[in-house]
C-alpha cells in the first residue's frame, strides 16, 4: 500500500457544493482523513491506496465528479512519518 497526501485547490464554491466534496471524502473507503487547509490549498486529504494507478483513478473520479468546482489538484508520495517524541528535537539536530 501508499501513503499519499492530496491538495485540492477550488474555486467558485459555494456551501452546498463543500458538502458534497466532504461528504464524498468522508465516504471513500481509501481516504483516511481530509482537512480545510490554508494557504493555496482548501483542501487536503490523505489517502493510502493499492499502488500510484489507483491514485490517479481516484483523482480522476474526484476531478469528474467535482470538476466545476476544482481548479487544480497535486499529490505527494509520503515515505515516512516521523513521530513527535520528547527528543524531536535532538533527532532533527536543533
Known amino acids: 500500500m501508499d501513503y499519499y ?11 452546498e ?3 458534497k466534496l466532504k461528504k464524498f471524502l468522508e465516504l471513500h473507503p481509501n481516504i483516511i482523513n481530509y482537512s480545510n487547509s490554508w494557504g493555496s490549498w482548501e483542501i487536503e486529504f490523505e ?3 493499492e499502488n500510484y494507478k ?5 483523482i480522476n473520479n ?3 465528479e467535482f470538476s466545476d468546482i476544482i481548479k487544480k489538484i497535486e499529490f505527494v508520495l509520503i515515505y515516512e512519518e516521523l513521530k513527535a517524541t520528547n527528543d524531536f ?3 532533527m539536530h536543533y
Open 5 to 15: 497526501k492530496v491538495m485540492i485547490q477550488l474555486k467558485d464554491l459555494t456551501k
Open 17 to 19: 457544493k463543500e458538502r
Open 47 to 49: 489517502t493510502e491506496i
Open 54 to 58: 489507483k491514485l490517479t483513478e481516484l
Open 62 to 64: 474526484v476531478r469528474n
Open 89 to 91: 528535537l535532538d533527532y
